[in-house]
């Protein structure tokens, strides 16, 4: 299938956006529909073409009835292992998608999120199979259904696997919004009282932690549309505005304004960008698929 040309977010393209899912509900289920449909056709494509991978794309895609169920098995069939069959992990994502619908939104948002942000994403079935960046993010959305719900053990257990399997360390408890981008995800550490806002990107090496010298909420809190670079440590109960940017290397320990970049050791702001004009590029590909959805011609 020939990848379909569109917009890019380039260095100087600062995010500022909301989810199309989450502000305009009638648009999710046709969004979902083609986000589905569209994957389906992708692993037709990717069996005909590797038929030696035919037990992944058939077990993970083609065998699958949802989007949901798809991932959830995908994300399951990562992690499982003698202790964490494939039915158990799938069987608490399915109890945790049904108390709370937000994780089903999240995860749909997530993978547009990788589909718009990564240069190397070309089909929405790379970061639905292969990147675990993304199936990273889905186990912590479980894990943490599941620390909510007082099912610690299987909570950290899973955690722990989660961490062997996808080299990130995530606390459980820390909170996450919709369109998370992950890239690459090696040695991302963060920690328990950690907030990240929506459509954030965060490249690998990332930590977001404590000072070492603060008790209870001692991690950073990341706004909306914020990118994170490569090998950034975040420490202590910090702001990082909505749309900054925090450039790879740096060590910060101060707030950062919203659309400031920040760079080097300790991090100083090296800019500050205008409010208007602000790009809104999930928006435009959640409508993108959802006008696709009605006009048929994917
Ligand atoms: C933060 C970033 C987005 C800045 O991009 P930008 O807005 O185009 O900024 P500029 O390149 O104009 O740099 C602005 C200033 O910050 C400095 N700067 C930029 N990135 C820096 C970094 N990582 N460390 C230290 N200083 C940095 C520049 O030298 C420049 O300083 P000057 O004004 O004294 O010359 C970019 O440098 C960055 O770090 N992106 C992360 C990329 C990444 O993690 N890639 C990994 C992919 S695997």
């Not at 959830?72 to 499982?80: E, K, S, T, Y």
């Not at 080097?264 to 928006?283: E, H, L, N, S, T």
Request: with cysteine.
């Amino acid at each position: 299938m020939a990848a379909r040309a569109r917009p890019r977010r380039t260095a100087s393209q600062p995010l500022g956006h909301q989810t199309l899912v989450a502000r305009c509900p009638g648009a999710v289920q046709a969004f979902t529909e083609v986000l589905w449909a569209r994957l389906r056709r992708e692993a037709e494509d990717a069996l005909e073409r590797a038929p030696i991978l035919a037990p992944l794309f058939l077990d993970s895609v083609l065998n699958q009835h949802s989007f949901e169920a798809a991932a959830i098995h995908r994300v399951a069939a990562r992690l499982r292992n003698d202790v964490v069959t494939l039915p158990l992990i799938v069987q608490a994502f399915n109890r945790a998608l049904e108390a709370d619908p937000e994780i089903a939104a999240a995860l749909r948002t997530d993978i547009i999120a990788v589909y718009e942000f990564d240069p190397a994403c070309e089909r929405f079935i790379e970061p639905f199979l292969y990147f675990k960046g993304f199936h990273a993010i889905q186990a912590h959305r479980l894990t943490h259904w599941l620390w909510l719900n007082g099912e610690r053990d299987f909570c950290e257990y899973l955690q722990s696997r989660a961490s062997e399997i996808f080299q990130t360390d995530i606390h459980p408890a820390a909170r996450f919004g919709r369109g998370i981008f992950l890239d690459h995800a090696t040695g991302l550490v963060v920690g328990e009282t950690a907030v990240v806002g929506d459509d954030v990107t965060i490249q690998q090496d990332v930590t977001l932690g404590g000072t070492g010298i603060q008790a209870a909420e001692r991690h950073p809190k990341i706004g909306s549309g914020v990118i994170v670079g490569a090998g950034a440590k975040i420490l202590g109960n910090i702001a990082v505005g909505d749309n900054a940017r925090v450039a790879a290397g740096s060590v910060v320990l101060r707030p950062v304004p919203a659309r400031a970049t920040v760079a080097g050791v300790p991090a100083r702001v090296v800019r500050i960008d205008a409010a208007d004009g602000m790009a809104r590029p999930m928006d435009q590909i959640l409508l993108d698929l959802a006008r696709e959805a009605f006009v048929g011609t994917i």
